[in-house]
């Protein structure tokens, strides 16, 4: 256990690199928590005869993946930020991936409660653009979002943030000296894959 206690001292949170372009493992923990969901909901709608063609699906998928980022990003500035006030007054630094000396640093930053409205939002439009049920996809978004939640959590794992309390347990993760819960994992586990699993059961039942 004494290296999983110390894996944060020996873990590089980048996977890699493209033309001196950081990678980081929690951009490709947002990019698969995306696609285990679309995957997932094509494969419900078509095991349970949802009136959604793949097209239509694949649609949705482009509106919601651009209300998520937006509404994630927008969240965290308004939520979160310190400098909230110099983002409201330069609102085109926002989505800047580069510092002021022009270095490549990424968009850091991404609120959950920004990203669900975001989803909202976007589902919204959505529906009314295209004219169909909105709850029907909110029905199917329901049972395909939790597999991609695991992912997401496991991107803020591995990117060292989001720390659970203070523990002595022999599954504790050192961060700064002080052995704290790997909390990410715990609601990936529970909020992910145990709420995906009650939530298909129960569809089950009900169709």
Do not use: C
Request: charged residues 15%.
């Amino acid at each position: 256990m004494i290296v999983w206690n110390s894996i944060y001292s020996h873990f590089n949170p980048i996977a890699f690199s493209v033309f001196g372009i950081p990678v980081h493992w929690y951009g490709i923990m947002y990019v698969l928590a995306l696609l285990v969901a679309l995957f997932v909901a094509k494969w419900i709608a078509k095991k349970d005869h949802y009136p959604i063609s793949s097209a239509l699906l694949d649609s949705y998928f482009v509106w919601v993946e651009i209300g998520v980022i937006l509404g994630a990003r927008l969240g965290y500035i308004l939520f979160y930020d310190p400098y909230t006030s110099y983002y409201l007054s330069h609102p085109w630094e926002i989505f800047n991936p580069f510092d002021r000396q022009g270095n490549f640093v990424g968009i850091r930053g991404m609120s959950y409660h920004g990203a669900v409205i975001g989803f909202l939002v976007a589902s919204v439009w959505f529906a009314r653009v295209k004219k169909v049920n909105f709850w029907l996809f909110m029905d199917l978004a329901g049972l395909s979002i939790p597999l991609g939640y695991v992912f997401g959590r496991i991107g803020n794992f591995l990117n060292q943030e989001l720390i659970g309390r203070e523990t002595s347990s022999g599954f504790g993760i050192y961060v700064e000296g002080i052995l704290r819960h790997p909390s990410q994992l715990y609601e990936a586990f529970l909020e992910g894959i145990v709420v995906f699993v009650i939530l298909y059961f129960w569809r089950k039942r009900v169709r």
